[in-house]
């Protein structure tokens, strides 16, 4: 009689694979999610593009996205102008597990030189975590800073970034082009225009809310044009609509507080029966 809530914040390339093992956990999975009260996910493309389709559920669905949480020492957000004649600086914060996304900064950093500043902050995360240190390289415009304290850290960090790096091609036909990182919401909340692939559904969410920039295929080459004709005016405007958004959009707070409503409303619903 107790309902199961099942929380899933990504879907692992395991389970969308047509081997024997992918096939049995899917199955495993089904099991579960016809058991569950309540299936709790963290972006829209997993209902629409596995939960739905794939795993034919039909349950109660409760989105809780990777915002930011807790919010309620948050500093306000750092205006920043660009002065011609330095970097770009692009920054990328959190699990750094996506090879091609390395390996493209790395090729724009040694492309563009001094117009390019690349700042990454985090842990290497997945299959690259052994040769994260040879992907880095030796440029001196493209540097890891070590980790953070979450959320401590996050309104100095992305005060000194203009652009926000948000591509994931680590699992390029599921799980990466589906889901909706945390960084998207960090930058967010200290209005920093994001940058994306325009066909993932992080790039629909940049779009959608007019949050920076999505980039289609050849991505070195459509960003390394980006970067060497952006006028300072064009993204000083889009700065000024990242900070006119309202931070309540990208913080976590409201949608826990829903959530454990929800959840005691389950409870309430077992001693009733």
């Known amino acids: 009689r107790i309902p199961l809530v099942l929380e899933l914040a990504d879907i692992q390339p395991a389970m969308t694979g047509g081997g024997v093992i992918s096939i049995f956990l899917r199955a495993v999975e089904r099991a579960v999610l016809k058991r569950s009260a309540l299936l709790v996910t963290t972006s829209p493309g997993f209902v629409r593009e596995y939960f739905l389709p794939v795993q034919g559920y039909t349950g109660e669905i409760f989105l809780l996205e990777n915002k930011v949480y807790p919010s309620r020492l948050l500093p306000a957000p750092v205006a920043v102008s660009v002065s011609s004649g ?33 700042v990454l902050r985090g842990y290497p995360s997945g299959t690259i975590t052994e040769e994260f240190d040879s992907l880095l390289g030796d440029l001196p415009n493209f540097q890891f800073g070590g980790s953070y304290f979450y959320p401590d850290e996050l309104a100095e960090m992305y005060a000194e970034i203009d652009f926000n790096w948000a591509f994931d091609m680590s699992d390029p036909g599921g799980n990466s082009a589906w889901l909706l990182p945390n960084r998207i919401y960090e930058g967010g909340c200290f209005g920093v225009p994001a940058i994306g692939a325009k066909e993932a559904e ?27 004709s952006l006028a300072p005016a064009d993204w000083e405007a889009a700065k000024r609509r990242c900070a006119g958004h309202p931070r309540e959009e990208f913080t976590g707070d409201a949608d826990y507080a829903r959530l454990a409503a929800r959840l005691l409303e389950l409870k309430r619903e077992i001693h009733s029966a």
Request: proline share 3%; with cysteine; hydrophobic share 45%.
């Open 86 to 118: 330095r970097p770009w600086v692009i920054g990328c914060f959190g699990a750094l597990r996506c090879r091609r996304s390395l390996e493209l900064m790395h090729s724009l950093a040694s492309r563009l030189g001094d117009r390019v500043r690349f």
């Open 202 to 228: 992080t790039g629909r969410w940049i779009d959608g809310h007019a949050l920076g920039w999505t980039f289609a295929e050849p991505l070195e080459e459509n960003l390394a044009k980006f970067f060497e």
